[in-house]
């Protein structure tokens, strides 16, 4: 277990960075999607949107393995998106697929993506149109815990709807309360730019905390809070790359005036653990773990 101040476990490799938090799309609609998302939240992509370039992207920064987190606007692309998830999973890229609410079988698809493998699954309530809390999500949430998956969620405001509610920590705190056994992953650490609502009804639950889009963008105080007060072993690295750099982003953690076993924790220990228990990610030889 994570230790903030503590010497890093025997045997672990220090120079393991795991990046929870990325995005990618298959090579024939990458350009298309980028152009789309850059339009919409009028921010600008560092990387093209294939999975080639985020390895490259990965290669630079020294990153062991990035999850790729999908996105399904439409109930018909659960087929198409699971297919190529499988084409891309090896041990440095770890895809999660992704369920529409609308879909009229979300039982059999979540039965699905754990039968082939998958860590979990990925929901965006902005793209998906639904409330984290409201009363249709909840058979979903059943059925990833029945099938042992966890649930990345898009947590806090947008960049694209900066005035939505629909990801907001008070919900999640509901569905924590209600789902005790699930496995959540909250990113942009809890909540975008609601970090006072995270602090208030997040900090200290049993929620992982991803930090993706979110250094440089939340104020000192805040993030010294939730670094404080969160349960340590609960807080993972995650870029949300193409949108940052993934090198900039390692640097930005190794900047915080933390323990550099602390640091580990989150850029690799966390993750590491998390996975692991779960008997669902492989990582290549080369760990050392």
Same mark, same amino acid.
């Given at each position: 277990?994570?230790?903030?101040? @503590? ?23 990458? *350009?298309? /999607? ?25 290669? %630079? ?30 041990? %440095? ?9 609308? *879909?009229?079988?979300?039982? +059999? ?7 082939? +493998? ?37 947590? @806090? ?33 809890? @909540? ?66 933390? *323990? ?11 993750? %590491? ?11 290549? /030889?080369?760990?050392?773990?």
């Amino acid at each position: 277990m994570c230790v903030p101040g @503590g010497p890093p476990g025997e045997g672990e490799s220090k120079k393991m960075i795991i990046d929870t938090h990325t995005h990618a799309f298959p090579d024939y609609i990458a *350009s298309i /999607a980028i152009e789309k998302l850059e339009n919409l939240s009028k921010t600008k992509s560092y990387l093209n949107g294939t999975t080639a370039d985020l390895l490259r992207s990965m290669d %630079r920064a020294g990153i062991e393995a990035s999850i790729i987190a999908c996105i399904a606007t439409a109930p018909a692309q659960f087929k198409s998106i699971v297919e190529w998830c499988q084409s891309i999973s090896d041990p %440095r890229l770890i895809p999660l697929p992704s369920i529409h609410p609308d *879909s009229p079988d979300v039982a +059999g698809e979540i039965r699905k993506i754990r039968e082939a +493998g998958f860590v979990g699954l990925k929901l965006h309530a902005e793209y998906q149109s639904f409330y984290l809390d409201e009363e249709r999500m909840y058979p979903i949430y059943r059925e990833a815990v029945d099938n042992d998956l966890l649930i990345l969620f898009h947590c @806090g405001y947008d960049i694209s709807y900066p005035d939505s509610d629909r990801s907001s920590p008070a919900r999640l705190a509901r569905i924590r309360r209600d789902f005790p056994e699930l496995e959540i992953v909250a990113s942009h650490l809890g @909540g975008w730019r609601q970090w006072d609502r995270v602090i208030h009804h997040l900090v200290g639950k049993n929620i992982y905390l991803d930090t993706s889009y979110t250094i440089g963008h939340i104020d000192e105080t805040s993030l010294r809070t939730i670094l404080t007060y969160h349960p340590p072993n609960r807080i993972l690295f995650g870029t949300d790359s193409p949108w940052k750099d993934q090198q900039e982003e390692i640097r930005l953690i190794n900047s915080l005036d933390v *323990s550099t076993a602390f640091k580990a924790c989150i850029l690799g220990q966390n993750a %590491r653990e998390l996975f692991q228990r779960k008997h669902l990610l492989k990582f290549p /030889a080369s760990s050392q773990i």
